[in-house]
């Protein structure tokens, strides 16, 4: 039978109202809701159903609303029957593979993320940083524009996406510099992105620093399911390699199109994306479009997933 691996979303997928739908028809997703407001000591909770786009923006909201959400989402699968072969996660999403694997405590994995999201906003003085997307250039090819642009400055890949689309991350004159090089060198898009630090690139070094003492102080198990790491594109099993892969995530490039070819060598057919959004299922479609892509963030897409996944498996075993 062929493998199912679950996507899990990092910033940028957030949305006013996520989550709340799950919480008011599923006690699984309304408890993980509950340890969230518990741990954090304030209503993440209400933040997510009822806060602004604003409120959700902040990096320190941002990071561990989508952490929950996916978990309550992951839950809720879970006691619907269906668990994962691997789980994958889109940088902050690693963290949500971890707790969905049972290597990091829910509990504990909110705190550390509400942090991760406040040391990578204090990192860079604002306005120093930025990051933007390049669409329509191969990943080698803006890795060449990166080091043209870089001129003493900091700007590299940040998140290799699909061979169509790659994020870049640096000082803000330098991923100016690489947006106006890319687009006379034929990208299809370069556009600056709304984000609020310049993640995944050396400028976050004091952010792995302060994150890596958070990290060494925090409990890692052995994982029930191997985890696809950004940073290497490789499974892992254990509680020490999680840990280690977490640190030096912070100021490396996100490998979601090498991770998701790992999967795929490893037999995985079924993807569905655990948490809120769709933007890891269209990443997918630019990746392997022979794969079969489902999503739960709601009852609604629950269903449909779960109905799903019986029909493809019993195409795919037919075929």
Avoid at 48 to 53: H, P, Q
Avoid at 80 to 91: C, I, K, L, Q, R
Avoid at 218 to 228: D, H, K, N
Wanted: proline letters at 4%; charged letters at 25%; glycine letters at 6%.
């Amino acid at each position: 039978m062929s493998k199912i691996a679950f996507l899990f979303p990092g910033q940028a997928s957030q949305y006013p109202g996520m989550g709340r739908d799950l919480a008011e028809k599923f006690p699984a997703a309304r408890k993980v809701f509950e340890l969230a407001d518990t741990a954090l000591g304030f209503s993440l909770s209400h933040i997510c159903f009822e806060g602004s786009e604003e409120e959700l923006k902040l990096t320190e909201n941002t990071q561990p609303a989508i952490l929950t959400v996916s978990i309550a989402a992951f839950r809720v699968l879970e006691e619907s029957g269906v668990t994962p072969d691997f789980v994958a996660g889109h940088s902050l999403g690693e963290y949500s593979g971890l707790v969905a694997a049972g290597s990091l405590d829910f509990s504990a994995a909110v705190k550390l993320v509400r942090e991760r999201g406040r040391y990578m906003q204090e990192a860079v003085a604002p306005g120093e940083g930025a990051m933007a997307a390049i669409l329509g250039l191969a990943p080698a090819e803006v890795g060449t524009i990166c080091k043209k642009a870089a001129d003493t400055q900091i700007v590299a890949p940040a998140n290799l996406n699909s061979s169509e689309q790659t994020v870049i991350s640096g000082n803000a004159a330098a991923v100016k510099r690489a947006v106006e090089i890319a687009s006379q060198s034929g990208a299809k898009r370069a556009v600056m992105l709304p984000v609020s630090a310049p993640f995944h690139c050396e400028l976050m070094k004091r952010a792995e620093e302060r994150l890596e003492r958070d990290l060494r102080a925090t409990p890692f198990g052995a994982l029930r399911f191997p985890l696809i790491t950004n940073v290497d594109a490789e499974a892992i099993t254990t509680g020490e390699e999680a840990r280690e892969a977490l640190i030096r995530q912070v100021c490396s490039a996100v490998r979601w199109e090498e991770s998701i070819h790992e999967m795929i060598a490893q037999d995985a057919r079924i993807f569905v994306e655990v948490g809120p959004g769709r933007v890891l299922s269209g990443l997918l479609r630019q990746i392997d479009r022979s794969v079969r892509s489902f999503n739960v963030e709601d009852s609604a897409s629950l269903q449909a997933t779960l109905e799903k996944i019986a029909k493809a498996r019993a195409e795919i075993s037919e075929a």
